[in-house]
C-alpha cells in the first residue's frame, strides 16, 4: 500500500500530492508474497481494473463455442411459461441500434445488470440498503507516475491537497490510473466537473507537471445494497446487481465472481439431472447473502476510516487556501499529528483482509473475528485450505504447473522447485472429490458410495492421500492431516466449487455418505 503523502513546498500553504513527503504508512505487507511464503492461498493477488479485467473475460468470451454473446442488446422483461418439464423463462431482448426485438428461450435468467438492475426491479426484490454522507467522483486518467513516486511505490496514495483530497489507485504507475475524490456537492455541483476541472484536480493530486490523459469521471456515494432475495422462480441476481457497496477493500468484484463460482456448478447439475433446482438456488441465496453483507458493511467501514483520516488533516474548508493553511497547522499540532498517525494505523483493513476473500465459511451465523487473520478452517462450508502437494504416477498431468519463478528474490530453489501443484487442484470442477487416507477404512468403503452416487447420475470421485498424492512440506502435512483427521480415518467430501460439503467419520457407511450428498442436492 502506497503512503500518505506529505506537503512539497509552495506559497500559500502545503500542496500534499504525491511528488512530496509522507507523515506515515500502515503497516501492511503483501498479502500474496505472505501467502505463497507462509503457505495459506497458493494464488498471488493482484490489483486489476475493472475495465482490464472485463477484457479479459471478453477475450475468453469470444474463444468458447459454447457462449452466444450478442453484444448491442438490451434485456426487456423475462417471464416464467409452462409446468414441470416444460417450464422455462421466455425473454424478451432488444436491439439497441436497430429497435428489433427477439425472444429467448431459456431454463433460466441470471441477471448481472449492475447496482441499478433492471432484472432486480422487474422481480419486485427490495434491497437492505445504508445511503452514506460522502460524496465521490472517480476520475479514469492515464500518466506516468513513476518518476513521481519513484521508490514509492503502493497500490494506492492517499492525496490530502485539499483540491484533490482522496487516493490514486494505481493500477499501473507507468499508464493506468483512477481518482477518487472526496467533495461537497453543496460547494461544487456535479455539473461543475468538467474534463477542464478533472484534469485540474488531477494535476493538484500529483504535484507536479506531468501529461495526463483524461477518460471520464463519475459520482457516487459511499453507499451499500444488498438485495433481500436472490432469485424469484428461474430468475437469479448475481454480482452487483444483488449487491454494491464502495470499492473501498477491493471486495465488490471478487465476491461477485465468488457468486458465480458458487452457482455454476450447482446450475450445471440441475441441467445434468443430478440437482434440484429449488434447492441449489435456495443454497445459493443461504451461503452467498451472508457474505455480501459483512463485505458490504466492511467496505463502508474502510471508507469511513479513509475519509476520518483525510479529515482529521483539517483539508475540509471549501476555500482552498484556508483549507491548506489549516492543515499545515494541524500537521505542526503534536496532538492532532498523532491522532493522524493512529488513523494511519487503522487503514490495515482497508488492504489486508483475506479472511474476506477466501476464509468465509458457509455456516449460518458464522463471523470472522476480523478482516485480515487468515485463518484456514478445516470444516463443513470453508473452503478446502491450501497446501502444496507433490502429485503421484501422473496424477494431475492434465493441470500446468504453478510457476513461481518470479518469486526467485524471496524463496528459496528448492521450494520453487516443490511447489507446484496445490491441494485445491484436486478437486474436480464437475464433481464431488472425496479425500482420505489410503490406511484408511474408506480405502475399502469408498466404491460403495461410488456405485451408489452412479445410480443417481451424480458425478463423484475418490483422490487418496499416500497413493494419488503427498503433501511436500513438514508443518503443512501435519496441519492439513490433523486438521482433517484424516490418519484418523475420517473422509472429507468437497463440493465442486472447493468448499467442504461435510466431513464424515470412520463408522459411517457408505450408504450415509451417499445419502448426505443427495441432500445437499435436494435429491434424497
Not at 459483512?294 to 471508507?303: A, D, E, T
Request: aromatic content about 8%; overall charge negative.
Amino acid at each position: 500500500m502506497g503512503p500518505v503523502r506529505h506537503q512539497s513546498e509552495r506559497a500559500g500553504g502545503g500542496v500534499f500530492a504525491l511528488r512530496a513527503d509522507e507523515p506515515g504508512r500502515p503497516g501492511c505487507e503483501s498479502r500474496g508474497e505472505r501467502g505463497v511464503t507462509r503457505g495459506n492461498p497458493c494464488e498471488m493477488l493482484h490489483n486489476i481494473a475493472q475495465p482490464d479485467f472485463e477484457a479479459m473475460v471478453m477475450r475468453l468470451i469470444e474463444k468458447n463455442s459454447n457462449v452466444d454473446l450478442r453484444q448491442g442488446w438490451t434485456w426487456m422483461s423475462s417471464e416464467e411459461v409452462g409446468e414441470g418439464n416444460d417450464a422455462h423463462v421466455s425473454t424478451v431482448i432488444k436491439n439497441t441500434y436497430t429497435g428489433e426485438e427477439t425472444t429467448v428461450k431459456s431454463s433460466l435468467v441470471i441477471g448481472c445488470d449492475g447496482a441499478n438492475s433492471r432484472v432486480r426491479q422487474s422481480l419486485g426484490i427490495t434491497a437492505d440498503a445504508e445511503d452514506g454522507t460522502e460524496t465521490m467522483m472517480t476520475i479514469h486518467f492515464s500518466a506516468d507516475l513513476r518518476p513521481v513516486v519513484k521508490d514509492r511505490v503502493g497500490m494506492l496514495h492517499w492525496i490530502m491537497d485539499p483540491m484533490a483530497r482522496g487516493f490514486i489507485i494505481a493500477y499501473d504507475l507507468g499508464g493506468n490510473q483512477v481518482l477518487i475524490h472526496n467533495f461537497d456537492p453543496q460547494h461544487h455541483s456535479l455539473e461543475s466537473f468538467t474534463e477542464d476541472k478533472c484534469r485540474a484536480i488531477v494535476g493538484a493530486a500529483i504535484g507536479q507537471d506531468v501529461p495526463v490523459k483524461f477518460h471520464s469521471s463519475m459520482p457516487w456515494l459511499l453507499r451499500r445494497q444488498v438485495a433481500d432475495e436472490y432469485f424469484r422462480g428461474r430468475v437469479v441476481l448475481a454480482g452487483d446487481s444483488a449487491h454494491s457497496f464502495p470499492p473501498t477493500g477491493g471486495l465488490g468484484l471478487n465476491s461477485g465472481i465468488a457468486d458465480a463460482h458458487n452457482l455454476a456448478y450447482k446450475i450445471s447439475a440441475v441441467y445434468h439431472g443430478w440437482a434440484d433446482l429449488p434447492k441449489v438456488l435456495n443454497s445459493y441465496q443461504t451461503e452467498r447473502r451472508p457474505v455480501a453483507v459483512r463485505n458490504s458493511m466492511q467496505s463502508v467501514r474502510n471508507g469511513r476510516k479513509i475519509f476520518a483520516l483525510l479529515k482529521a488533516l483539517k483539508n475540509t474548508d471549501p476555500d482552498v487556501d484556508v483549507a491548506r493553511r489549516e492543515m499545515a497547522l494541524a500537521l505542526r499540532d503534536p496532538q492532532q499529528f498523532a491522532l493522524i498517525q493512529e488513523l494511519i494505523k487503522e487503514q490495515v483493513e482497508h488492504f489486508d483482509n483475506l479472511m474476506l476473500h477466501i476464509g468465509y465459511v458457509y455456516e449460518p451465523g458464522w463471523n470472522p473475528k476480523n478482516a485480515t487473520d487468515f485463518t484456514p478452517a478445516y470444516r463443513t462450508g470453508a473452503r478446502l485450505p491450501h497446501a502444496w502437494i507433490k502429485p503421484r504416477a501422473g496424477f494431475l498431468a492434465h493441470l500446468p504447473e504453478v510457476d513461481l519463478a518470479f518469486l526467485q528474490d524471496d524463496l528459496e530453489p528448492t521450494k520453487i522447485a516443490r511447489w507446484k501443484y496445490s491441494t485445491l487442484d484436486l478437486v474436480a470442477a464437475d464433481s464431488f472429490t472425496l479425500l482420505f487416507d489410503q490406511s484408511s477404512h474408506w480405502a475399502g468403503k469408498v466404491d460403495g458410495v461410488l456405485a451408489d452416487l452412479n445410480k443417481s447420475r451424480v458425478p463423484v470421485r475418490a483422490v487418496q492421500h499416500g497413493r494419488d498424492f503427498d503433501i511436500v512440506e513438514e508443518q503443512q502435512r501435519h496441519g492439513w492431516l490433523d486438521g482433517f483427521n484424516l490418519l484418523e480415518g475420517n473422509l472429507v467430501v468437497v463440493r465442486p466449487d472447493q468448499h467442504i460439503a461435510f466431513l464424515a467419520g470412520p463408522a459411517e457407511s457408505a450408504g450415509d455418505v451417499a445419502q448426505q450428498i443427495r441432500e445437499t442436492l435436494g435429491t434424497a
